[in-house]
Every structure is written in structure tokens, then in C-alpha cells.
């Protein structure tokens, strides 16, 4: 997989790199199953989150953005053009 600042993988190398990571997002899943939190409250996964996109260069970590254990993780590139935003929820229900 290619870094922040690059042109990123498409198409089937896409899907080729998801799968050459996949035993790490089943490992992460299971582990954010094991502590559901309720919202507002996701401070076990908030700090796990922080962590991990924190290891990953070219990733800068916002925390606290809008309520406290908000999480933002920004990838800025370097060719123009549109921006893209991907949201998740991180409560149990």
C-alpha cells in the first residue's frame, strides 16, 4: 500500500491491499467487540484508535474534536483535486 502523499493504490491493487491486511482488521474488530462503550464514553476505543493511527506516518491525529473522545485522523496528499472524508460511529449501540 502506498503512503500519505502519493497516489494510492486502485482498482484490484486496491482489494490486493486490503487482503494482504485483513488478519489485522479481523484482529482489530474483535478486539473493539470486546469493550462495547456507550456514546460519549468510547475511551477504550478512542485510545486504541489514537494509537494506531498515530504508528502510521503521514497521519495526523486530532483529538478531542467536538466532544472528548472524538477522533480524527487526517492524510493530506499532494495533487489537487477533491477531498475525501470517511465517518465512523464508535459506540456500542
Known sequence: MTGAGTRGPIGPELLE???EISDQLVAWR????QFPELAFEENVTSARIVETLS???GVEVVKGFGCPTSVVGI???DLPGKSLMIRAEMDAL
Open 75 to 77: 492524510i493530506r496528499g
Open 17 to 19: 491491499a486490503a487482503e
Open 30 to 33: 474483535r478486539e473493539f467487540h
Open 55 to 57: 504508528a502510521i506516518e
